[in-house]
């Protein structure tokens, strides 16, 4: 990995073997006002730090191999917060880019967008379309950065798009369907990831998630750190997938 001199990324723990990886972790990065109120601090310093808690993590996840992982930053439904905080998460959301987009790809990381960007303040639409044309030829781990994103209106949205190529009921089939997400062509998620202790989905990656590993954890996400991934990944590897069938060594 590449480190820029002038902001080294500290010594990264050994990594742990892992039997099975999963090909697409997605993250509900919550607890960050949380996490604040236990510190004495505002919302605001929450995100930011939530925001910090970002480069580590993915890091660690291109260390493992990992191929893609999707952040959720925020959701259709966080529009209806304050409009002081929704101007708070935007405005980091342009400065992780700013601050992060050299390193990114000096590291191969390729950077996506899953949601609307007709309601994102043009400065940040600007950014958002800059850090994915800027690592769009690169091969390394796949970044998808969910901001404006809402599983139920992705999945409408394929409908519609359906609808519009003039498909027959038969023609709509779950490959049909997939091919309209804007996850198109990705592994569905083997393993969802949130913070905060809260258990739901919170409208993320509906369809993606069918068959996902769920992990919750306490940790608020400004505490989730490169041992949190190893914690995330050890404990996925030793999980029984079955995907509704029976396993050969469950027989009669
Ligand atoms: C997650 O932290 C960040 C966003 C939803 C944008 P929260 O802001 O939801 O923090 P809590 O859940 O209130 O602690
Ligand atoms: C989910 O967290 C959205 C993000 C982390 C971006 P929320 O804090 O918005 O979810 P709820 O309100 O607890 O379901
Ligand atoms: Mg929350």
Redesign the pocket.
């Known amino acids: 990995m590449v480190v820029n001199p002038a902001n080294p990324a500290p010594a990264s723990p050994p990594l742990p073997a892992l039997a099975v990886k999963p090909q697409h972790v997605a993250i509900i990065?919550?607890?960050?006002?949380?996490?604040?109120?236990s510190q004495g601090l505002s919302?605001s310093d929450?995100?930011r730090a939530?925001a910090d808690a970002i480069r580590p993590v993915i890091r660690r996840f291109a260390e493992h191999q990992v191929p893609v992982v999707t952040l959720?930053?925020?959701?259709t439904e966080?529009w209806g917060?304050p409009k002081a905080?929704i101007e708070t998460?935007l405005k980091l959301g342009a400065e992780f880019i700013d601050s992060h987009l050299d390193e990114l790809n000096q590291n191969g990381v390729r950077v996506a967008h899953l949601g609307g960007t007709d309601r994102l303040p043009i400065w940040l639409r600007r950014r958002v379309k800059k850090a994915v044309e800027a690592t769009s030829h690169n091969d390394g781990i796949l970044v998808n950065l969910a901001f404006n994103y809402g599983g139920r209106d992705e999945i409408l949205d394929a409908v519609k798009r359906m609808l519009a190529d003039g498909l027959k009921p038969g023609d709509v089939t779950p490959e049909a369907l997939e091919a309209r997400l804007t996850t198109a062509g990705l592994p569905d998620v083997d393993l969802l990831v949130r913070t905060?202790g809260?258990q739901r989905v919170s409208n993320f990656l509906v369809w993606q998630s069918t068959y996902a590993e769920y992990y919750f954890t306490p940790k608020?996400?400004p505490e989730f750190d490169p041992e949190e991934v190893d914690a995330a990944l050890l404990e996925f590897a030793h999980r029984h997938r079955r995907f509704g069938l029976v396993a050969p060594d469950e027989g009669d």
Do not use: K, P
Not at 29 to 37: E, F, I, L, V
């Open positions: 990065m919550d607890g960050n006002g949380r996490w604040a109120q919302r929450g995100h939530g959720f930053g925020f959701s966080n917060r905080e998460i905060g809260e608020f996400w």
